[in-house]
């Protein structure tokens, strides 16, 4: 089960997600704006979120559910008294 995924970081300024990595600031090559790399997942905070959430909503938790299932009906495979269906 993987679960990566990348979020595109966007200038806060023009909404562009090209930047020069100068190693300590990330420089916009369209407006020229400079940021750390803080600063820049902070303005997309948002962006991330949505991100997490859609693959928490999507991926993790339906695999999460055919597993539980899984081992629900392995626990009381032998037991007459317990279905799970």
Excluded: H, W
Excluded at 17 to 28: A, E, I, K, Q
Excluded at 37 to 42: A, G, P, V
């Amino acid at each position: 089960m993987d679960y990566k995924s990348k979020v595109s970081l966007l200038c806060p300024i023009c909404n562009r997600s090209s930047f020069n990595d100068t190693g300590t600031l990330f420089v916009c090559i369209n407006c020229n704006n400079s940021y750390t790399r803080t600063q820049l997942e902070k303005a997309n905070e948002g962006r991330i979120r949505k991100q997490i959430n859609n693959i928490v909503e999507n991926k993790i938790l339906p695999d999460f559910s055919k597993q539980f299932k899984s081992n629900l009906q392995n626990a009381f495979r032998n037991n007459p008294y317990i279905k799970i269906i």
